[in-house]
Nanobody
């Protein structure tokens, strides 16, 4: 049974940093492209960024230069380092695993950026 578990969400002040983690189980993690998505209240879920099997990353324009995705295949974990956080980054952040028409989602972790 595939399972993705996000953690690390919190309340943080504007300009602050957070690191989200997504631990995977039940899949061959190294095969999967891993993505981070977010959904703000009243908005559609959007891709934040992703990392391929080979470690190539890409990001939505609004987070470029502030967010960094990395993966540790030995720990079956993908990370999202978020710096210079803004109120508009407030959302539930979801982890996604994608490979060969298989897609899995985590339950999400809340990030709130507010003073």
């Amino acid at each position: 049974q595939a399972q993705l578990v996000e953690s690390g969400g919190d309340l943080v002040q504007p300009g602050g940093s957070l690191r989200l983690s997504c631990a995977a189980a039940g899949i061959t993690f190294s095969f999967y492209k891993m993505g981070w998505y977010r959904q703000a209240p009243g908005k559609q879920r959007e891709l934040v960024g992703e990392i391929t099997r080979g470690g190539t990353t890409n990001y939505v324009e609004s987070v470029k230069g502030r967010f960094t995705i990395s993966r540790d295949n030995a720990k079956n974990t993908v990370y999202l380092q978020m710096n210079s956080l803004k109120p508009e980054d407030t959302a539930v952040y979801y982890c996604n695993a994608d490979w060969n028409r298989l897609h899995y989602w985590g339950q999400g972790t809340q990030v709130t950026v507010s003073s």
